[in-house]
């Protein structure tokens, strides 16, 4: 069946460091990858994703890129910043069935020191 | 802005007791999803629904019933409420691959 693997936290980073955090997934078909963000109190909101393979996926500074080859889609931002201290899901959506449903990673806190 | 909202941000309930948890969108959507999340296990799915009273089983499902009587809203209900259904509880709504979600509850049963 379908899965995805996160890369376990919590991440500490001091302010403009580099962040990468990896997804991988396993899953039948071409399903369509996606990054959502929770911020301590809310509910997740989509960040960012991508349908096909080599799509780039963009938003607020944070990229991942759809690659097919390794099945991953990694999460990176190239200077964090502390109000990016949350949450981060990754996920896919199984986009043959229509139903359109999730599988989540676990999360990966991220807490970004000043 | 597609909004989701969710009857109570915090919910304390007792063993045994049948728990109500309600979840609206104003998108016209026609999924609607329940996940629970808790640490470790990230976000798993209890139910969803595609259209008015129709509904599918999530991976999750024992313990939680649904219903959907109107397009806009999609109750979750505890039968009867257990400690070990104490958890934060996610309502969504979707249109196409892109989920939308509430703020959550986090439901405490004593």
Redesign the interface.
């Known amino acids: 069946g379908n899965s995805v693997t996160q890369m376990e936290g919590p991440v500490t980073l001091s302010e403009e460091a580099f962040l990468t955090i990896n997804c991988t997934y396993t899953a039948t078909g071409y399903p369509?990858l996606?990054w959502?963000v929770q911020y301590p109190?809310?509910?997740?909101?989509?960040l960012l994703?991508a349908?096909k393979a080599d799509d780039k996926g963009s938003n607020k500074g944070f990229e991942a890129t759809y690659r097919k080859e390794t099945t991953s889609f990694h999460l990176e931002k190239g200077s964090v910043q502390v109000s990016d201290s949350a949450v981060y899901?990754c996920a896919l959506?199984d986009?043959t069935s229509g139903?359109?449903?999730?599988i989540?990673?676990?999360?990966t806190r991220l807490k970004v020191l000043a | 802005d597609v909004k989701v909202t969710q009857s109570s941000r915090y919910l304390v309930k007792r063993t045994g007791e049948k728990v109500f948890l309600e979840c609206v969108q104003d998108m016209d959507h026609e999924n609607m999803f329940w996940y629970r999340q808790d640490p470790g296990l990230g976000l798993r799915l209890i139910y969803f629904s595609y259209d008015v009273k129709m509904k599918e089983k999530g991976d999750i499902p024992e313990g939680y019933s649904v219903s959907r009587e109107k397009k806009e809203r999609f109750s979750l209900i505890l039968e009867s409420a257990s400690t070990n259904q104490t958890s934060m509880y996610l309502c969504a709504s979707s249109f196409y691959d892109e989920q939308y979600f509430g703020p959550g509850t986090r439901l405490t049963v004593t």
């Not at chain 1, 109190?41 to 989509?46: A, F, I």
């Not at chain 1, 989540?104 to 999360?107: A, I, L, P, W």
């Open positions: 369509s996606f959502y109190g809310e509910g997740l909101q989509l994703k349908t899901f959506s986009t139903t359109y449903k999730y989540f990673g676990t999360g």
